[in-house]
């Protein structure tokens, strides 16, 4: 309304609270306890199937708190909560570290935001990152919900427990006593008791409080979550159409220069690249490929702060809006299509690793969010927008993580050397350096190489394998396969391929 004041960050803060939060019942934190000993017990010894099976027991929990603040499943509760599941597979199914990771964080964010909700960037965003900001609340909330229940025989299953602890307690004292004292009860206690290892105990009660306190964030956030999309963001102040215009229509100019060229000197072939440039194909590729990135990054923060500060009085202004973001967006997928071309290059040209193909993802990734700018750009309403992007991003993690990064980078090095041996049988190398330090994942492409290289490649691989021992729930499907590869057909022993042999078998190219 004309005359009303800016709402300043504590208002905001405020208005995004829940109207009514319901209570923890005694369920919800027996269901987080749970959840803690299943995380002391299952992730002390890696990710794997444990990962899964803590998640589910984490949902229950939240099932529990939602159902009785009376709250229902919706559509995009349904799609966010099957992606975070389809993200916790990763671990299960691959052995490769950095997607099991990233797939744990994308896992944890989409069930921040299918138990907040949101629609517009603000609760999209802030909805993200909800968990961090819950634990403290969470137990708190847990804490003064129980303890004002009367529960049923309360009166007689505490004093049991205080008796159970008490006598817990005096078998512990006197029991080391008895034990030091004499040989023959130290034996008989040692059968008796579990075997505990002392060592792991505060790395599990680490586990333990982390796993109770996040069972409890999710359940909080399911009885009565903040309300983003209240948040007030006041929209920037208008520019004029010169001002605001003239630097988009010259960046546009720029952008229409490089697509013109690119078309020109790419597009010629290999030929064409070293006539007009001087450069090998991987050498142009490797120069530009890091700048062109962060060109295309750079472009959406131009889209978003000249949005925001574009004019918007009258259905010219919107239009003139639309087409120069518009074309700027179009022009930036020609940017994202020139690096996409560079790196196909360079890997053509020196072969794939982890980090060539995770740029690659993401380049492929920023191509779609510029596509559904534009396609926002052509409708007049594009409340759709916020969530469709993060549903992209989150479905790009989930397709990285589950294709198995490690092995197809080893499968395409492989296959290029395979390929080389047939022209080239002298002369053909694999990067042996880029192959040998990649996961179990790798194992069943690089089990086709002929020896030593074979050996090579597999000695750290199976060194790692041979030097662990997982449980079945901290282990997952490609460390299973990859151990009765080995198993069947264990590579040489270093000593007997020597470091020379490993030398003239292919460490030849340099990691990107």
């Keep these: 309304m004309p005359g009303t004041p800016a709402p300043s960050v504590g208002t905001w803060l405020r208005v995004s609270d ?22 002391a017990w299952l992730l002390f010894d890696g990710l794997g199937v444990n990962l899964l099976v803590c998640g589910a027991a984490t949902a229950v929990g939240a099932g529990f708190a939602a159902r009785v603040a009376g709250r229902r499943i919706r559509p995009w509760t349904a799609v966010w909560s099957l992606l975070a599941l389809a993200l916790l597979v990763v671990p299960a199914w691959w052995d490769a570290g950095w997607p099991a990771l990233l797939a744990a964080g994308g896992a944890l964010a989409l069930a921040s935001l299918a138990l907040h909700g949101g629609r517009r960037w603000a609760g999209v ?18 804490w003064t919900s129980v303890q004002g229940r009367r529960l049923p025989g309360r009166g007689r299953i505490v004093p049991v427990l205080k008796a159970l602890a008490v006598a817990a307690v005096l078998l512990t004292v006197f029991g080391l006593l008895f034990a030091s004292a004499d040989a023959a009860m130290a034996d008989l206690l040692g059968n008796l008791s579990p075997d505990l290892d002392l060592g792991r105990l505060p790395g599990r009660a ?119 973001l518009g074309l700027l967006c179009l022009l930036a997928l020609a940017v994202v299509a020139s690096a996409l071309g560079r790196m196909w290059f360079y890997v053509d040209a020196s072969g794939l690793t982890r980090l060539r193909l995770w740029v690659l993802v993401v380049e492929v990734w920023l191509g779609v969010v510029f596509l559904l700018l534009i396609a926002a750009g052509l409708t007049r309403r ?14 790009t993690v989930a397709v990285y993580g589950l294709m198995g990064p490690d092995a197809i980078v080893a499968e395409q090095n492989v296959t290029r050397y ?55 729930y901290a282990t997952n499907l ?28 292919g460490l030849a190219y340099e990691d990107l």
């Design 206 to 324: 680490v586990l333990f409080v982390l796993g109770t306190a996040t069972a409890l964030g999710f359940a909080h956030m399911a009885a009565g979550p903040r309300r983003w999309d209240r948040t007030v963001i006041r929209p920037g102040r208008e520019r004029r159409r010169l001002e605001w215009a003239l630097p988009l229509v010259a960046l546009n100019l720029m952008f229409g220069v490089f697509a013109v060229i690119q078309a020109v000197v790419v597009l010629g072939g290999a030929d064409a690249v070293l006539s007009n440039t001087g450069m090998s194909r991987s050498e142009y590729a490797r120069q530009g490929f890091w700048q062109l990135s962060v060109i295309t990054v750079l472009t959406l923060v131009v889209v978003a702060v000249a949005k925001r500060w574009a004019p918007r009085t009258t259905d010219v202004d919107h239009r003139l809006a639309r087409i120069l």
């Design 478 to 505: 490609a460390a299973a396969r990859a151990r009765g590869i080995l198993a069947q057909r264990p590579p040489v022993d270093s000593r007997a391929v020597g470091r020379t042999a490993c030398d003239r078998a």
């Design 418 to 472: 395979e390929q080389a041996l047939k022209t080239d049988p002298h002369g053909a190398a694999i990067d042996l350096r880029n192959v040998r330090r990649l996961s179990a994942d790798a194992v069943s492409a690089l089990e086709r190489l002929p020896e030593p290289q074979r050996s090579c490649a597999l000695q750290l691989i199976g060194q790692e394998l041979e030097g662990e021992s997982r449980p079945w």
């Design 125 to 142: 965003l802030f909805a993200l990152p909800g968990l961090l900001w819950q634990p403290v609340p969470a137990v708190r909330w847990a």
């Design 18 to 39: 829940p109207e009514r939060r319901a209570g923890a019942t005694p369920r919800v934190a027996l269901a987080a306890l749970f959840t803690g000993l299943l995380t």
């Design 382 to 395: 594009a409340g759709w927008l916020p969530r469709v992007v993060v549903l992209s991003g989150m479905l």
